[in-house]
């Protein structure tokens, strides 16, 4: 016998839900101390005593089933549809003990859906400390239910959950509340026009703004011609439904649930006194700031130099082990230098997300969100707004998901549309290498240039992100009804766990992203760069050869000769003249003679190789969009790079190093050779103009297809997402062209 | 005729019945109901939102918003 049912876990936001989730399913989705840490819903499966497996859902947390943002309404929209195949067998309520009474409100809701219920209350361990007690036996009577007392923290009461749930066919399926007594006459003219109708599912189905398409559509169609009461009406019935539900919950509580109240206080009173003080306030946020600046510029380089050098020797490795050829090539610097590329951003990456996670599970993000309120409404944002652009420094996906907790529609707009702009953990990689290539060393004010010019490049990204804020702000003819509220929660010391899990999850799922795009672009440009179809591309060697043969080496391998001469001959101390006197010819003479041999063997090889590159599919490609870059400082394997780095700007590193790798015989690191390529003019094509065009162009362009994606899904169409795209893209350029046009 | 906003930190009012206004449904839902106990717990740096505690909620809410709430001093 193998049945499955469905577990819903419902509650208010920050009760638990997920932590709840977790214990009963043994996964690892994200637990956080802020109000939307879950948005999404999420599945996992646990299996009960008498051997049913329940199908576990993490819902977002919602205050109640009138829904107000956009997280909520995916409760309310599960609930209302029976024909869904998560649709509940048994509602699991988690509640937190400190707010039970309103988080009952929710309870009594979904107990009127006539939904089977069990009620947990979570955060037993808080009890002695708030003098909270509880009589259980009389609580359940009351409210008809059944009750296990948990606190995941200590691991307690799980399994009393699992047993409440195996035994989910005698749970009571009553209503707590008859919503009809707010308005006796309407609810009774509901009933005659819908006997069928569950008249509690009917009222929702009518003060509901949800999107109710998946509901039986024809109930609503008669809903619509019946509908006799104005919008101003219903709010006043609500508002009697919220009153009734109150009642009833007081007297629930009068005689099972007694506080202690001297008890309860502390803590949370002197802890925001300081955090939330006028002058204070600010300074301890823009502290922990420069603290996050801090760990991943300066901490995380030791852990990042040494990943750098394992890669470096794993590369090494490989091509002194495998038989020389292109395809050693592609794997020792395309494909794992891309990679170490990448792997070398770990540390920050997870020094980013250690920070954001103990913020979120201390309680501190709510507080941020009360300072920062006031400012952020000029820019026509909402304090809210903070959180999605702080975890923007991260990556926009989430950050961009995380608007959902926003109730107000043009304010989350707003937010979404901007966060794009602050600077990504995966414009890291593109800035440091570009940064280390061309600012020149040198410090102001104790700070050096490379770091201030990454210090400008994130405060080029937020002043952007609230510049554009305000002009959509203007310019959006949105109206919807101006609502803040947000719950501030108790202070919570952070649990390991959970940060750990975040920032391992993080993590790893940044690397594999991110390594498999670069993976599969490596093996893409590589094949396009060692094939063609010209006859130039056939032909190359002999072209090459003869006109080597006419002309001499170019002036790109003149200068490799020579520098490598010169270092052979510094190490061996031997003055270097011109062509020594083949009669007078000393041991060390000859050997450097064939060197010279060797050397001019090897720049030939080179020349073939990258004229190839220029006539292989890819050096077609790039030779077309050539004429759009250049104007910015580029050539054709940055436009290349560029282009490719719409799947993920990470990408831009590997995509140089695959396109180098196949066109270059030589053992260098990505930078070196980007530092020894030279432009039209013979200097190096990256220099501080090209630099700081290309830092630029990244710093404002829409990339990486996944924001866009994920845009597409949080506003519903595609006009915002492509409006992005157009008008950050354009932006880019065009301020990248003018950096370049004016630097050069 | 005093409003939650005329509060000072730490002082504990009672809110009266609405008349012309209705607050949003989800003040209510936290417990912003008439006949209960608010306490302004604390302003905002740049005085706006304000932090209040009503019936054991901790919710922040503007400043324009709580204009619209009539309250009785304690
Ligand atoms: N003291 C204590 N804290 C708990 C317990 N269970 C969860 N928490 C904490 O409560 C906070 C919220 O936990 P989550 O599991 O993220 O809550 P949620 O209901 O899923 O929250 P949303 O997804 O935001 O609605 C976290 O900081 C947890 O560490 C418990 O039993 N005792
Ligand atoms: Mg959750």
Redesign the interface.
């Given at each position: 016998m193998s049945k499955t049912i469905n577990v819903a876990l419902i509650g208010n936001p920050n009760t638990g839900k997920t932590s709840v989730f977790n214990s009963l399913t043994g996964l690892n989705q994200k637990v956080g101390n802020y109000p939307g840490i879950t948005v999404e819903k999420k599945i996992g499966s646990c299996k009960l005593s008498n051997g049913i497996k329940a199908q576990i859902l993490d819902l977002p947390g919602t205050?109640?089933l009138?829904t107000?943002s956009l997280d909520e309404s995916v409760v309310v929209e599960l609930l209302m549809n029976k024909k869904d195949s998560l649709y509940p067998d048994v509602a699991v309520v988690v509640s937190d003990v400190?707010?039970l009474?309103?988080n009952l409100?929710l309870f009594t809701q979904i107990k009127d859906l006539k939904i089977p219920s069990i009620l947990v209350i979570n955060m037993a361990d808080q009890m002695p400390r708030k003098g909270i007690s509880i009589d259980v036996e009389l609580l359940e009577k009351q409210l008809d239910t059944k009750i296990a007392v948990v606190s995941t923290r200590k691991g307690e009461g799980i399994e009393k959950i699992k047993d409440l749930i195996a035994a989910y066919d005698t749970l009571s399926n009553s209503p707590n509340t008859d919503v009809s007594v707010i308005d006796p006459t309407y609810f009774e003219r509901l009933k005659t026009v819908f006997p069928k109708e569950d008249i509690y599912k009917l009222w929702l189905v009518i003060t509901q703004d949800v999107n109710f398409t998946s509901i039986e559509k024809k109930s609503l169609d008669r809903l619509t011609s019946f509908q006799t009461k104005k919008k101003?009406e219903l709010?006043?019935l609500?508002?009697r439904e919220?009153?009734l539900r109150?009642q009833f919950i007081n007297g629930v509580l009068k005689e099972s649930y007694k506080v202690d109240y001297p008890s309860a206080k502390g803590l949370?009173?002197s802890l925001?006194?300081i955090l939330?003080?006028?002058?204070f306030?600010?300074v301890i946020f823009f502290a922990i700031l420069l603290l996050i600046f801090q760990a991943i510029f300066e901490w995380s380089s030791y852990p990042s130099d040494w990943i750098d050098e394992q890669f470096a020797f794993v590369s090494d490795w490989i091509k002194n082990t495998l038989p020389p050829g292109i395809l050693t090539n592609l794997l020792s610097e395309g494909i794992i230098t891309g990679i170490g590329g990448i792997a070398v951003f770990i540390p920050q990456i997870a020094f980013l997300f250690l920070f954001i996670s103990i913020l979120e599970e201390s309680g501190y993000m709510?507080r941020v969100?009360?300072?920062m309120?006031?400012?952020m409404r000029p820019f026509g944002l909402s304090?809210k707004s903070v959180v999605p652009l702080i975890s923007g420094t991260a990556c926009a996906i989430p950050a961009v998901m995380a608007t959902r907790t926003i109730?107000n529609w043009k304010e989350r707009l707003i937010t979404i549309l901007v966060v794009p702009f602050t600077t990504c953990s995966a414009r890291l990689p593109v800035y440091l290498i570009l940064i280390a290539l061309v600012i020149p060393e040198g410090t102001f004010l104790g700070i050096s240039f490379k770091a201030l010019t990454l210090f400008l490049l994130y405060l080029i990204g937020f002043a952007m992100a609230l510049f554009s804020a305000m002009a959509l702000n203007k310019m959006l003819k949105i109206r919807s009804?101006?609502?803040?509220?947000?719950?501030?929660?108790?202070y919570r010391l952070p649990l390991f766990k959970n940060v750990f899990y975040t920032v391992v999850e993080k993590t790893k799922s940044f690397v594999f992203g991110a390594g498999k795009i670069i993976l599969a672009i490596s093996i893409i440009l590589w094949f396009l760069g060692s094939y063609g179809y010209s006859e130039n591309f056939k032909n190359a060697e002999e072209i090459v050869s003869q006109r080597i043969e006419e002309n001499g080496l170019n002036d790109y391998s003149k200068n490799y000769i020579k520098k490598n001469l010169l270092n052979y001959s510094e190490n061996k101390g031997q003055p270097t003249g011109s062509i020594p006197n083949p009669l007078k010819i000393t041991p060390e003479q000859d050997s450097l003679r064939i060197l010279n041999n060797q050397l001019f063997e090897r720049a030939k090889n080179q020349e073939i190789a990258s004229y190839k590159l220029e006539h292989s599919f890819i050096g077609y490609a790039g030779k077309a969009i050539e004429p759009i870059v250049k104007p910015l400082g580029y050539d054709w394997k940055i436009g290349i790079a560029v282009i490719t780095s719409f799947a993920a700007r990470e990408v831009f590193v590997g995509t140089l190093a695959t396109i180098y790798s196949v066109g270059n015989d030589e053992e260098e690191t990505i930078k070196n050779r980007m530092a020894a390529e030279l432009n039209d003019k013979g200097k190096p094509l990256f220099n501080l103009a090209s630099g700081v065009s290309l830092m630029l162009f990244y710093a404002f362009a829409m990339q990486c297809m996944s924001t866009l994606a994920i845009v597409k899904r949080e506003t519903n169409s595609w006009k915002w997402p492509l409006i992005q795209l157009i008008f950050m893209s354009l932006f880019a350029y065009v301020v990248a062209m003018s950096a370049y046009q004016i630097l050069s | 005729m005093a409003n939650l906003t005329e509060l000072k930190v730490g002082q504990r009012a009672i809110i009266k019945e609405y008349h012309s206004f209705l607050p949003h449904i989800k003040l209510l839902e936290m417990g912003c109901l008439p006949g209960n106990t608010v306490e302004l717990v604390q302003i905002a740096p740049l005085n706006d939102p304000i932090y209040i505690n009503v019936n054991g909620s901790h919710i922040a809410i503007r400043k324009s918003t709580a204009a619209k709430i009539e309250i009785e001093l304690l």
């Open positions: 205050y109640s009138n107000t400190e707010n009474k309103r409100l101003e709010k006043k609500q508002h919220t009153v109150y949370r009173a925001d006194k939330m003080h006028k002058i306030g600010y709510s969100v009360f300072l309120d006031k400012l304090g109730e009804r101006s609502f803040f509220m947000i719950e501030m929660p108790t | -």
